[in-house]
């Protein structure tokens, strides 16, 4: 059956036989100018996309450049290696935006700049006594003029109170265990391991550097610094500048009806402040990786999150969290110099930790959450004061119920895996990979990326120190090295 005439749009001209189609009297509805607005909409389309798509591109760009150059800033400077082993540590993440990545070492600046791509561009300059820190937002010259004295030399004493004692010489087992955890295996992950340190009621019983790293490096912890913040967070408490467990009123939540003022301090130790916040780190633009590398304000990138969960309901592992009690930690004290000096007053220094620096972010406040250097010792030391709750030489610097707070599991972790910025149980513990040579069951962690672990045994009375670059998910086992440790020293 054939249509109505009216829907037929074209037809043969009956009075020109052989003509090709010509347009009849009827309408087809597709006007020209409805065709040139279609051409134009789909060219804004196109150019929208486009611009999408360079926007998202630079972004990218300049996050890797600010990764770059905080990372090549720190190594050269604070860790005081070779450009080309920082560079080395850059390619081992075989990320195609970092191959593109031009580097440049100031010595006489004392800054690193990084370009990528040629169209994204990042700097960042080192301070005594504070390291490195990404001119975003900030001029190099006003960053340049912050720094904090040397610290006090040590004693002339044997570890943990000085550092005369000479290396320690494990027996058989342990140097086995050692000697494993420094070699490469053909067809592994690199585990790239730099330093190991164990000690044993009180002292360094086993200690090895990799090639080009000694018992002076100072070397990154990552989210190491996060147990390290817990700490200085539990400092203030003992001084009465915060309760824990009240609401911590930030500024930026004073607004009427903010219901982020109702987080407390605890709340955000415990991984269970509800902030929204995305930790993946494949996203090269996710919340965590724009906070360290491309932002001059961590914690206000961090606070700024809305709510996704009610506060205490949920748990949910977010850097974010730990710079915005470094903030909170900078508001209640009141003065930035103090604040500064802080870290050093509270901990490093009553325990002889003299190697610890802290990195801030360009507005001045600690980032908490990933950047803090120190020596293997200076790690092993903290790892002791912890196992020791919170005595030093006879001295209290934190109270014992604070760390005993450490070590609980979190009320909203669902497989009590996480204490207050401890890690209880590591992930490859947990559920059905457990391995089968287990840690005791008090075993307790501060954890990083790369593999940087201070793991604390307290019925071993022991502390197993791990730094390396083991950036490959899987390179390295704590948990095994550790039981491992554990098993040479009980021979």
């Not at 900030?138 to 006090?152: D, E, K, R």
């Not at 620096?357 to 250097?373: K, M, P, R, W």
Request: net charge positive; charged share 20%; with cysteine.
């Amino acid at each position: 059956m054939c249509p109505p005439r009216s829907s037929i749009p074209w037809r043969r001209n009956p009075a020109a036989p052989g003509e090709s189609l010509e347009r009849s009297g009827y309408d087809s509805g597709v006007h020209p100018r409805a065709v040139r607005r279609t051409a134009i909409a789909v060219a804004l389309i196109v150019l929208a996309a486009a611009a999408f798509a360079a926007g998202y591109a630079y972004r990218v760009a300049l996050v890797g450049a600010g990764f770059a150059a905080k990372n090549v800033c720190s190594s050269v400077f604070v860790s005081e290696r070779e450009p080309s082993e920082a560079l080395a540590d850059l390619g081992a993440y075989r990320s195609a935006p970092l191959d593109r990545v031009r580097v440049v070492v100031d010595r006489a600046g004392r800054s690193v700049t990084a370009v990528l791509a040629g169209i994204a561009r990042r700097t960042a300059v080192y301070r005594d006594g504070l390291g490195c820190v990404l001119a975003i937002d900030a001029s190099v010259a006003a960053l340049a003029g912050v720094m904090l004295p040397p610290t006090a030399a040590r004693p002339d004493a044997p570890w943990p109170n000085g550092e005369t004692d000479t290396p320690a010489s494990p027996g058989a087992a342990l140097a086995r265990v050692l000697d494993d955890a420094f070699a490469e295996h053909a067809g592994g992950l690199p585990k790239r391991t730099r330093a190991v340190v164990v000690v044993h009621d009180g002292r360094i019983v086993a200690e090895r550097y990799a090639p080009g790293i000694t018992r002076a490096t100072r070397l990154p912890g990552w989210s190491m610094a996060k147990s390290v913040t817990a700490a200085l967070v539990g400092a203030l408490a003992a001084e009465g500048a915060l309760d824990p467990e009240a609401p911590a009123r930030l500024a930026v939540w004073r607004a009427p009806n903010d219901a982020r003022a109702a987080i407390t301090p605890a709340q955000l130790l415990r991984m269970s402040s509800g902030l929204a916040f995305d930790e993946s780190y494949a996203n090269p633009l996710s919340d965590v990786v724009v906070m360290l590398f491309g932002t001059g304000d961590a914690a206000g990138f961090a606070a700024a999150k809305p709510l996704a969960h009610a506060p205490g309901t949920r748990w949910a592992y977010a850097s974010g969290t730990t710079n915005v009690l470094m903030r909170l930690a900078r508001e209640r004290i009141g003065d930035d110099r103090a604040y500064l000096a802080f870290p050093r007053r509270a901990l490093f220094d009553p325990i002889g930790m003299a190697s610890a620096v802290f990195e801030t972010d360009a507005s001045g406040t600690f980032v908490g959450s990933s950047l803090l250097y120190a020596t293997a010792r200076d790690w092993a030391r903290f790892g002791l004061l912890v196992l020791n709750e919170g005595r030093w030489n006879g001295r209290r610097v934190l109270p014992e119920q604070w760390v005993a707070f450490m070590r609980a599991p979190a009320p909203a972790a669902p497989e009590g895996e996480y204490g207050a910025h401890w890690w209880l149980k590591l992930e490859a513990n947990r559920g059905p990979r457990a391995r089968p040579r287990a840690l005791p069951a008090d075993a307790f962690h501060a954890a990083g990326h790369g593999g940087q672990f201070v793991t604390i045994v307290p019925s071993r009375r022991a502390v197993v120190v791990r730094l390396g670059h083991a950036v490959d998910r899987g390179a390295w086992d704590q948990d095994e090295f550790a039981a491992a440790v554990l098993e040479a020293l009980a021979r």
